[in-house]
């Protein structure tokens, strides 16, 4: 099998079929295989969609996982020569999948590929390429200084090498992605893809941007109220800094 796609939803059932929608649009000629992976949603997604769409792999958690530990589930079923982790609030280009995998099987060394990302109005979403977040470069995007963050010097035209892969559209080869150990869980949401993509490099992977479009209406699967997006954020930004920049403190100590 070529393709595994995995979505995570949680009471969007809409932007699923949506987002489905515009997959099996883009899917003609892959083998593939599709898992949504319902976390104890209240909406009825699962009934919903499964009447829509009865060739989906539905996998329906009794409580909401996360996204690290909901799509790991998946992971581990999939038989595809790559995994692509979907965010619900995505409609992807009919030429995006085909793209990614020529891409893909041309270039071995890659790791991960992201797309180029449309917020709701049309404009580019700048997250579609970024650093990793060294402290040096946390610190200057934190100041507002983001053009290091977000590799704003590269075209939006040309495929390029970056550091980080959003995780709202994140093409991998299985291979790559076992070997580094799939997401890490301890991220409920957010970090996990900045994460992955840091293992990815340190394992000697290279990550690629592809100028292929979707669009990601974003915040429509994560409500973002003030407080309990900046909680569950800056966590995620903690835990990655403990784990991987920690021990530079204690070198200097």
Not at 17 to 32: F, N, P, R, T
Not at 35 to 54: H, I, M, Q
Not at 85 to 90: A, E, I, Q, S
Not at 222 to 238: D, E, G, N, P, Q
Request: charged letters at 20%; glycine letters at 6%.
């Amino acid at each position: 099998m070529k393709l595994s796609i995995v979505i995570v939803n949680y009471n969007v059932k809409h932007y699923v079929e949506k987002c489905l929608q515009s997959v099996y649009a883009a899917a003609q000629g892959i083998d593939m295989e599709i898992f949504l992976v319902d976390n104890a949603s209240t909406d009825g997604s699962v009934e919903y969609l499964k009447e829509r769409f009865p060739e989906v792999i539905y996998i329906a958690n009794t409580q909401n996982l996360g996204f690290s530990k909901a799509n790991n589930v998946a992971i581990r079923q999939a038989k595809g020569e790559y995994v692509l982790l979907l965010n619900p609030d995505t409609t992807i280009g009919p030429d995006v999948l085909h793209r990614c995998i020529a891409f893909a099987d041309e270039h071995p060394k890659t790791g991960a590929i992201g797309v180029r990302m449309h917020n709701e109005d049309g404009t580019v979403a700048p997250e579609s390429r970024r650093a990793v977040p060294t402290p040096w470069i946390a610190l200057c995007k934190y100041f507002g200084y983001s053009r290091r963050y977000y590799m704003s010097w590269l075209s939006w035209d040309e495929p390029a090498q970056i550091e980080v892969v959003s995780g709202a559209f994140c093409f991998l080869r299985r291979e790559a992605l076992m070997r580094v150990g799939m997401l890490d869980e301890d991220y409920f949401m957010y970090g996990e893809d900045i994460d992955l993509s840091y293992q990815l490099l340190r394992h000697g992977y290279e990550n690629w941007y592809l100028p292929v479009d979707i669009v990601h209406y974003k915040g429509r699967s994560t409500i973002k109220t003030s407080f309990r997006y900046a909680y569950v954020f800056y966590k995620a930004m903690l835990i990655f800094f403990i784990k991987h920049y920690l021990h530079f403190l204690h070198i200097y100590k």
